[in-house]
Structures are given as structure tokens and as C-alpha cells.
């Protein structure tokens, strides 16, 4: 079955380090990947996304996140973490052309910046 | 330029009784989607708009949920009865039009349902 997997339900983080947030598939092709965060009280916000080329694509707010195909994976990464990056992360996808629109996400990361 | 405006921001029911949210896309966004966010969970689509008509409604559960956008705008979401399980977050979004790829999908602040 097609699925969206984010193994660590719960990150917490010293401000000022690295941060990586994993995400696997499972789709017989290449989906359309997608990272969006929900701070609390507020809708989701598309940080970045992925359709092809380069595998290494930039977002907002600082984020990275790297496309490997042979991993089916597509994690998230900053290289240093402000209080503000506090919230809900969610991998997302879409399947393909026909069905775009129709984003498929995963359950959600909790990230919590300390001190 | 206005994001996608939801109303409620907060509604408790009891079970049985019935419940509408409110939905008001970016001005110009033909498509709509309605999404059900449950506690530890991804939003998990439930119905999509093209304008007026439905594109997609598989994952409604069209026994106690409906939906419609009349004229193409805004949109309402009604759920009669309320069962337990309905308590969720009940998010709106919407993008320029999903005829074409690439197209970012903006998401409202979300209804808050609890069903007592």
C-alpha cells in the first residue's frame, strides 16, 4: 500500500543545532514531495518541495531537504535551530500528475527547541 | 493579500448533533480541499473543488458528511450526526487550480471540533 512514514514522533533540539527530520515513501514511482510545518493555532505552511532535478532542494526559513531515490526518503534538514522552529512537521505527497492535488501525509514530527 | 479564512476557530457539540464549518478560499483560488486532521495524525483529505464541482469526495464519509461550494467561493462543511470519532481539526485549503502542477496549496487556521 502506498504510505507516508515519519519514524520519530517527537524531536527535541538545543537552539543553535543541526536538525533532521526523517521521511520515507512507499510508491511504485516518484511521487512529488513536499515538507510543510504547523506552528500552533496556525494552518500548515509549505517550507519546500521536490518534482525533479537537483535532489538537494532549498526552502524557506532555512530548511533543506535531500531527495534520495534509492532510500525512498526525502528528510529535512537545518543546520541550526531557532526557538521559532518549535512546531509540527509533516512530509507529504502526491502521487503524480493525475492525481495532484491529493497530497497523502504522514503522521507529523513534534520538534521542541530547548535552551 | 488575505490567506484562506475558516469559522469556527473552536465548536463543541454532543454526539448526534449536527455541525457546520465555514470556509473562505484566497480570493482568485478556483480549487478547495477540506481535510481532517485527528490528534497524532496527517491530514487526511476529504473532499477537493474545482469551482463549483466536486472533483474528489472518496474519503467523505457521505453517510454524515457533506459539502458544497455553491457558487464557486467560499464553501461549507456539514456533518449531521456527530459521532465521537468526528473529533478532529478540520482544515481548509485552497490553490490557484490543480489543472496545474506545481500548484501550493494554502492552508486556513483550522476548525478545533470536540464531540462530547
Known amino acids: 500500500a502506498q504510505s507516508v512514514t515519519q519514524p520519530d514522533i517527537h524531536i527535541t533540539v538545543s537552539e543553535g543545532a543541526s536538525l533532521e527530520l526523517r521521511c520515507n515513501y512507499s510508491?511504485?514511482?516518484?511521487?512529488?514531495l513536499f515538507w510543510y510545518v504547523q506552528s500552533p493555532g496556525q494552518g500548515l505552511q509549505l517550507l519546500l518541495k521536490?518534482?525533479?532535478?537537483?535532489?538537494l532542494v532549498q526552502g524557506i526559513k532555512g530548511f533543506e531537504a535531500e531527495f534520495k531515490r534509492s532510500q525512498s526518503s526525502f528528510n529535512l534538514r537545518k543546520p541550526s535551530v531557532h526557538w521559532s522552529d518549535a512546531a509540527e512537521y509533516f512530509c507529504?505527497?502526491?502521487?503524480?500528475?493525475?492525481?495532484?492535488?491529493?497530497?497523502?501525509f504522514g503522521a507529523g514530527t513534534q520538534v521542541v527547541v530547548t535552551p | 493579500e488575505a490567506g484562506v479564512a475558516q469559522s469556527p476557530r473552536y465548536k463543541i457539540i454532543e454526539k448526534r448533533q449536527s455541525v457546520a464549518f465555514w470556509c473562505n478560499p484566497i480570493?482568485?483560488?478556483?480549487?478547495l480541499y477540506w481535510y481532517q486532521q485527528i490528534l497524532g495524525q496527517g491530514p487526511k483529505l476529504l473532499i477537493q473543488?474545482?469551482?463549483?464541482?466536486?472533483?474528489?469526495d472518496s474519503q467523505l464519509p457521505k453517510d454524515r458528511f457533506s459539502a458544497e461550494r455553491l457558487k464557486g467561493v467560499d464553501s461549507t462543511l456539514k456533518i449531521q450526526p456527530a459521532k465521537l470519532e468526528d473529533s478532529a481539526v478540520y482544515l481548509c485549503?485552497?490553490?490557484?487550480?490543480?489543472?496545474?502542477?506545481?500548484?501550493?496549496?494554502?492552508f486556513g487556521p483550522g476548525t478545533r471540533l470536540l464531540v462530547l
Open positions: 485549503a485552497s490553490s490557484h487550480s490543480s489543472g496545474k502542477y506545481q500548484e501550493t496549496q494554502y
Open positions: 510508491y511504485g514511482a516518484t511521487p512529488y
Open positions: 521536490y518534482f525533479s532535478g537537483d535532489t
Open positions: 507529504a505527497v502526491c502521487p503524480g500528475l493525475d492525481s495532484w492535488g491529493k497530497l497523502q
Open positions: 480570493s482568485g483560488h478556483a480549487t
Open positions: 473543488f474545482q469551482n463549483n464541482g466536486v472533483v474528489d
